[in-house]
T-cell receptor
């Protein structure tokens, strides 16, 4: 069973389009995240939701909007796509483990290419 | 603010050599958690280990070992008798307890193991 899944795996689109990436976790976790990994492999957190409430909103353009319909889903909608949005986007989830911190489980990633 | 430094951008070794990946962190918190993740060429992010700031005991898991030293703020990762399948990008990450869900990653070290 897939713990954290993302769709689509690949997304190729034209500049200016609007697109969404979906994420679902079946781990029963309370917290979900979106990360962006650029071409140099640098991983940067974009958003974090805990029980459907936005916790972290790093400095990302407001063209990016996360939507959490329920605890198991965190979708990422991107408006007016730009060339610089091309990257791999990872969804992750975590549950506090007493005394152990917040290990995050990652989805397989969505490679977005903007032409 | 928390910060993770992986000074080694790329390392190349020949199979069966031992290799150590360095990770140095900065934090103002007394309770924090350290992680290592592996990203093989297939792209997924694989969790390897988690350590909390109160547990400085080193850990060994098969050919993998981790050396946590609070005195030098380091959490280094050693692969013994490296294999070609160890080729990947390895990320060190830090999260602080008071920051709830905020995990910050280092820039990653690309390890290439040649046959």
């Amino acid at each position: 069973d897939t713990a954290v899944s993302q769709t689509p795996k690949y997304l190729v689109t034209q500049m200016g389009n609007d697109k969404s990436i979906k994420c679902e976790q079946n781990l029963g976790h309370d917290t979900m995240y979106w990360y962006k990994q650029d071409s140099k492999k640098f991983l940067k957190i974009m958003f974090s939701y805990n029980n459907k409430e936005l916790i972290i909103n790093e400095t990302v353009p407001n063209r990016f909007s996360p939507k959490s319909p329920d605890k198991a889903h965190l979708n990422l909608h991107i408006n007016s796509l730009e060339l610089g949005d091309s990257a791999v986007y990872f969804c992750a989830s975590s549950q506090p483990s007493p005394g152990q911190g917040w290990e995050q489980f990652f989805g397989p990633g969505t490679r977005l290419t903007v032409l | 603010a928390q910060k993770v430094t992986q000074a080694q951008t790329e390392i190349s070794v020949v199979e069966k050599e031992d290799v150590t990946l360095d990770c140095v962190y900065e934090t103002r918190d007394t309770t924090y958690y350290l992680f290592w993740y592996k990203q093989p060429p297939s792209g997924e992010l694989v969790f390897l280990i988690r350590r909390n700031s109160f547990d400085e005991q080193n850990e060994i898991s098969g050919r993998y070992s981790w050396n946590f030293q609070k005195s030098t703020s380091s959490f280094n990762f050693t692969i013994t008798a490296s294999q070609v399948v160890d080729s990947a990008v390895y990320f060190c990450a830090l999260s602080e307890a008071y920051m709830n869900n905020d995990m910050r990653f280092g820039a990653g070290t690309r390890l290439t193991v040649k046959p």
